[in-house]
């Protein structure tokens, strides 16, 4: 889970910093207040698109912390682990910085990381339900994926199982394709794989090392510069006549002289001792930093050599080294298995009709389990809008057949009707928001306590909700917290008084320039807040009093 957002420079966020625990946490604020900037903030740190528009204006960079609890979810930090990625005693530690220029830089534990890599395990992170992201459920394309990681592990074998059979009928299919295009391509296809891959592998490019390089080159081209610095800085700090180190020594024998007379001289006097030490400290690093610049010209040369061959790998084969590592490791698997050997047409024909029988048996058997399962899973969801005050709603999963691929032969759609007497229909032809947004409760709602990402964040899930729609959501939302942590961004008091923590987005101006802050509110805050949202700016004795029945005792110390 997420224990701390720090925010620098984000748009019209100053800084804002989050501490947040388990359980339910709500942020409200007025409209235009920056909330849904915090969701932008999380979606950035987790590879999201950085654009220079973000950065604050005047500022140099925007910059995000994310810090996240894993201790409790070993099957993350184990893919942590695999990743690569550091994580000590379960806490995982996120950068990502947006600078104005147009550059952005993303590190994990203090580690460069590429931002497809950290999208890559943002998704098993976080899960951010912003504005348009609920809109996902309409497009019936994804609703296999719902499905099946309702199903869970099950699913994941039967998927794995038609997968690998795919896979081996998609190689035989290659190869006799191969075959049956002429000897001459197919050795003309293998000596191209073999030069691109023994271009790569003499290269042996390195995720990050183009950002790593990069900052040695600034380095190493501003060597004088940064090296008369550091000397100028020394002779000031301990060498000058008149250096700090010599005038904060004379202060303190002065202090030291008159000292036994006033003992409240004793603090400064401690501090100026302090003092004197760090400054001979700042100087011994500052020296021994401008003794270590490298400024040999035949280092930038080989750096810059080195540069110019991952420029012209990026230029054939991807857009950073990630990608091209992701084409070598597709290259050499086509060049295996185009490398058969003396394998005839009618052997590979036979091969490729067995293989394809048992693809068809693992994907009858895929499709089998979805079906039985989707009729629990739709009766699950369906039970959970009437939950939510949809007490008429019909849910269904309607199955039809697709061209075989690595996911199976299956299309999943789910069809919907929100009122009694009406047939369900494809759920993106008939949903209002609010409908749209009790859907999606209602799915993650079936998903709880199954394994997935420990946080869940809404931005206005209750957009088109009142009354007692708005109540249900509340209880459905106060209901996940058990199993997740829940961020939700409301407007609704409902909403907002069931959570145990709460934040309040507030825009200030400040020097003539809008200001973003988040505060996290007392009970009495708390109060107040919850009786705004009731009865507008006039906050009255009697919407205080509604406010105070509806937070109850629901409330986390702060």
């Not at 997420?2 to 910093?17: F, G």
Request: aromatic share 4%; with cysteine.
């Amino acid at each position: 889970m997420i224990v701390q957002l720090t925010v620098d420079n984000l748009a019209i966020i100053d800084r804002a910093e989050l501490k947040l625990g388990p359980g339910f946490t709500a942020l409200t604020g007025e409209t235009g207040g920056g909330k849904s900037l915090l969701i932008d903030a999380v979606e950035l740190a987790l590879g999201g698109r950085a654009d220079t528009e973000q950065v604050r204006s005047g500022a140099h960079r925007a910059t995000v912390d994310l810090t996240l609890d894993l201790s409790g979810r070993p099957d993350l930090v184990a893919r942590c682990v695999a990743s690569g990625v550091p994580i000590e005693g379960g806490i995982l530690m996120i950068r990502r910085e947006v600078l104005a220029e147009g550059k952005s830089q993303c590190r994990v534990g203090g580690r460069a990381v590429p931002v497809a890599a950290l999208k890559a395990l943002g998704a098993y992170l976080v899960d951010l339900h912003g504005q348009h992201d609920h809109q996902s459920l309409l497009d019936s394309g994804r609703h296999l994926g719902y499905l099946d990681g309702w199903i869970g592990e099950p699913a994941v074998v039967a998927v794995q199982a038609v997968a690998t059979q795919f896979e081996v009928v998609q190689s035989i299919t290659r190869k006799l394709n191969a075959l049956r295009h002429g000897r001459r391509e197919l050795e003309q296809r293998i000596d191209l794989l073999r030069y691109q891959l023994n271009e790569i592998d003499d290269a042996s490019p390195e995720l990050g090392e183009t950002e790593e390089l990069d900052a040695q080159l600034e380095r190493l081209r501003h060597s004088e510069r940064l090296a008369t610095a550091a000397t100028e800085a020394v002779t000031e700090l301990v060498d000058d006549e008149r250096s700090a180190y010599d005038r904060a020594a004379t202060a303190a024998k002065a202090l030291d002289a008159v000292v036994r007379h006033d003992p409240d001289l004793e603090p400064p006097l401690e501090e100026l001792h302090a003092a004197i030490v760090q400054l001979q400290e700042a100087a011994h690093t500052l020296r021994s930093y401008a003794e270590g610049l490298d400024s040999d010209p035949g280092r930038l040369d080989i750096i810059e050599a080195r540069l110019e061959i991952l420029r012209r790998l990026r230029r054939k084969y991807g857009d950073d080294e990630a990608a091209v590592l992701v084409y070598a490791t597709e290259a050499r698997a086509e060049l295996e298995s185009l490398t058969f050997g003396a394998d005839d047409e009618e052997a590979l024909a036979d091969q490729l009709s067995e293989r394809e029988a048992a693809l068809d048996v693992a994907a009858r058997d895929l499709t089998r389990l979805r079906r039985e399962q989707a009729v629990v899973f739709a009766q699950l969801v369906q039970d959970g809008l009437r939950e939510l005050a949809m007490d008429r709603s019909v849910f269904e999963v309607a199955f039809n057949s697709a061209a075989m691929d690595a996911s199976g032969a299956d299309r999943v759609e789910f069809f919907f009707s929100a009122n009694a007497g009406e047939p369900p229909r494809p759920l993106a032809k008939i949903v209002s928001g609010g409908e749209l947004s009790r859907v999606m409760l209602a799915i993650k709602s079936v998903y709880a306590g199954k394994a997935g990402v420990p946080t869940l964040v809404f931005d206005e899930v209750d957009a088109g909700l009142s009354g007692r729609a708005a109540v249900a959501v509340a209880r459905k939302l106060e209901a996940l917290a058990q199993h997740y942590q829940v961020l939700v961004i409301s407007h609704l008091p409902q909403i907002a008084s069931r959570a145990q923590r709460h934040f309040r987005i507030e825009k200030h101006e400040r020097d003539g320039r809008a200001v973003t802050e988040v505060v996290e509110l007392g009970r009495v805050e708390r109060e107040i807040e919850i009786a705004r949202m009731l009865a507008g700016e006039a906050v009255t004795e009697a919407s205080l009093v509604n406010a105070r029945e509806m937070l109850g005792d629901r409330f986390v110390e702060k």
